[in-house]
C-alpha cells in the first residue's frame, strides 16, 4: 500500500475501502485481549476467531455449536445457514479450518456452549449468546470495534472488525495461496474448475495448509 495521509484514515477525501491491519495494530490488539480481564469472553472469542480465518462479524457471531467441528483431522467452522441465521439468511457457505488463536477460541467457545447447552440440540445452541446474528450485524459490529479502538488502533471507518478479513486477504496473496483457495477460504464464489475440485477431506487439508502458510504475513502491509 502506498503512504496515507492522515486525512485518507479519517475518510476525508480518501477511499471508504475497509483496510487490513498492520502488524502494529495487530500486535495492540492482540495485547489488549489478553491483558484486559473485564473484557467479556465472548469479544475476546469472536475477534480471535475472525483474525485467522477472515470470517465477517455477522458470519462469527451467528454461528451455533453444531458450526464448529473439533474432533477430525481438520477442526473448522463451518459458516452456513442455521437456525439463528434463519433459511434465507445470505451466508457465504464455506467450512474454515481453524489454527492458531482461533483454535484456542473456539475450543473455550464450544467448552462454554456445551456447559449451558443441556438437553437442547447442538443446532439450536448460538456458540455466542451476546452477538447472535439474529440481533444484527451492525450491533455485533459495533462491539467488536468498540475493543478495537479500546486496543488503540486509530479511530477510522476504513480500520474496523471487518479489517481482519482484510488482512487475512493480503497475507494469502503474500503466502503465494492460489485464488482458487482464497475464494474457498473467504467465500468468494469462483467457476473454475479448481474451486469444485476434491472431496471434502481433500480441500480442508488444502485450506488448511493455506492458511498455516498466510500466518506468518499477517499484518505484512504498510
Known amino acids: 500500500f502506498p503512504p496515507r495521509r492522515s486525512s485518507d484514515l479519517n475518510g476525508a477525501g480518501g477511499s471508504s475501502d475497509r483496510l487490513p491491519f498492520n502488524k502494529a495494530m495487530l500486535e495492540k490488539i492482540d495485547a489488549y485481549l489478553a491483558s484486559n480481564s473485564r473484557l467479556g ?28 467441528s473439533l474432533d477430525g483431522d481438520v477442526p473448522y467452522v463451518w459458516i452456513r445457514q442455521n437456525t ?8 457465504r457457505d464455506r467450512q474454515v479450518p481453524l ?8 475450543r473455550d467457545a464450544v467448552e462454554r456452549a456445551k456447559e449451558r447447552a443441556g438437553d ?3 443446532d439450536t445452541v448460538a456458540l455466542f449468546l451476546s452477538f ?12 467488536l470495534n468498540k475493543a478495537i479502538r479500546a486496543a488503540g488502533v486509530p479511530r477510522s471507518p476504513r480500520l ?3 479489517s481482519y478479513r482484510h488482512t487475512l486477504k493480503e497475507a494469502l496473496r503474500s503466502a503465494g495461496v492460489a485464488d482458487y483457495l482464497q475464494r474457498r477460504l473467504l467465500g468468494h464464489s469462483g467457476a473454475g474448475v479448481s ?13 488448511l495448509a493455506a492458511l498455516e502458510s498466510a500466518m506468518t504475513y499477517l499484518g505484512d502491509v504498510d
Open 195 to 207: 474451486d469444485r475440485y476434491g472431496s471434502p477431506r481433500a480441500r480442508l487439508a488444502d485450506a
Open 160 to 162: 474496523t472488525a471487518y
Open 84 to 91: 439463528l441465521r434463519g433459511v434465507k439468511a445470505s451466508v
Open 41 to 68: 469472553h465472548e469479544t475476546v472469542n469472536i475477534l480471535r476467531i475472525m483474525k485467522c480465518t477472515g470470517a465477517g462479524p455477522g458470519e462469527v457471531g451467528g454461528l451455533v455449536l453444531a458450526d464448529v
Open 99 to 106: 489454527v492458531g488463536d482461533a483454535l484456542v477460541a473456539a
Open 120 to 122: 437442547q440440540s447442538p
Open 132 to 143: 447472535r446474528a439474529d440481533r444484527g450485524a451492525d450491533s455485533i459490529s459495533a462491539k
